[in-house]
């Protein structure tokens, strides 16, 4: 009987003991994934990279993750700084990291302004990072992330003209990449997030989970949208990316994907870096967010452009943190490349919506 329970304890609990769990824990285990490529409707700018560190006259080694949006005419970049020196490839301690701005007129060239426009620290938050960007009601409100000495937290502020920005919720540790949507759905705000159950797991094996709220405070009614197994392009981690934006179809929701492969060793800064971020591609419905319609199941974005494949901080790094809509129909996104520089790709807004329905639903 002692031994019958012993047992059970551990296999129903794995941080005890690993080896029942061998295939859920060992990245050796994991399926490789192999090469990948982006969809041939996307294009790249020319221009690439639209945003590099020397843009910026306060000197960050890298900046990237942006989010971006257009409020009161005229697009509007929040970019993630960090600092260093990338000569030596050597950065500097993450409380130094903080959040830029800048302005353009047309998505393409950028008018980066003097400072940092935001940054949170104290005794307990050591930095603020990952900035996306909604426009709400003739509101600006812009999730980010904090690092703080007892877990990720995700953030959400409101601003009206980036100098000043009024936080209004931290949620509890660990979940970030939140993004909302850019209107009530039901009577309520609804966002993704990017929960971090690293207990159960042993490990990164993270999903896209949908929850809302009726004052952009108190957040509930959390649902489970997509899970790691959900991507054929992902083995390790998935999560939100840019916030999603309205079609006559559904919500076109931009992702993030994540494959490792043991086999990759240094590139780029580090001494070894085994992973692979994607951008991707969900369709869901307009008035029930957690429904996913279509799905994309090959990348809509893969490294392959040198300054996301072979150059910079991270190489094989997109990571998509702005959608935008035009007039005409098409759909620009901004990605950060390589964790190292701003960048952005274009496809028209029908080509999209119908490479996520000839996916198919979830399922």
């Keep these: 009987m002692v031994r019958a329970c012993i047992y059970f304890i551990m296999k129903a609990y794995p941080i005890l003991n690993p080896l029942f769990h061998k295939k859920e824990t060992d990245p050796m285990t994991l399926p490789l994934i192999g090469p990948l490529s982006s969809a041939k409707i996307m294009r790249r700018h020319p221009a690439n990279p639209v945003l590099n560190p020397s843009d910026v006259p306060y000197a960050p080694a890298l900046v990237f993750n942006a989010g971006v949006t257009k409020y009161q005419g005229r697009y ?63 509101r600006c409100f812009m999730c980010f992330a904090v690092d703080t000495k007892h877990g990720i937290r995700g953030g959400i502020a409101v601003t009206d003209d980036f100098e000043r920005f009024e936080v209004l919720s931290m949620s509890v540790p660990d979940n970030r990449n939140m993004v909302l949507f850019p209107e009530r759905i039901g009577g309520h705000y609804v966002r993704l997030e990017r929960p971090m159950p690293v207990y159960s797991r042993g490990r990164d094996r993270f999903d896209i989970w949908v929850s809302d709220s009726p004052d952009l405070k108190y957040w509930g009614n959390a649902k489970l949208l997509l899970g790691v197994e959900d991507l054929p392009y992902a083995n390790d981690k998935i999560g939100p990316g840019a916030p999603p934006v309205k079609t006559s179809k559904g919500w076109l929701a931009a992702i993030h994907s994540v494959d490792i492969d043991p086999a990759r060793g240094k590139n780029g800064w580090e ?93």
Excluded at 108 to 120: A, M
Excluded at 319 to 335: C, H, Q, R, S, T
């Design 76 to 138: 509007v970049m929040v970019f993630r700084c960090d600092y260093g020196d990338a000569e030596s490839k050597t950065l500097l301690p993450s409380h130094t990291t903080n959040l830029g701005l800048a302005y353009s007129s047309d998505g393409i060239h950028w008018d980066v302004q003097p400072g940092p426009c935001f940054g949170l620290t104290d005794e307990e938050i050591i930095r603020t990072y990952d900035p996306r960007l909604t426009v709400i009601d003739g």
């Design 271 to 363: 001494p070894a870096w085994k992973k692979r971020y994607c951008a991707g591609l969900a369709l869901l419905d307009l008035e029930d967010p957690s429904r996913v319609i279509g799905l994309y199941r090959q990348p809509l974005l893969a490294p392959e452009a040198p300054y996301e494949a072979e150059e910079g901080f991270r190489t094989q790094v997109i990571f998509p943190g702005g959608m935008v809509l035009e007039d005409d129909g098409e759909v620009k996104i901004y990605y950060g490349a390589a964790d190292t520089v701003e960048c952005v790709a274009a496809a028209h807004v029908d080509d999209l919506v119908k490479l996520c329905l000839e996916g198919g639903p979830k399922g």
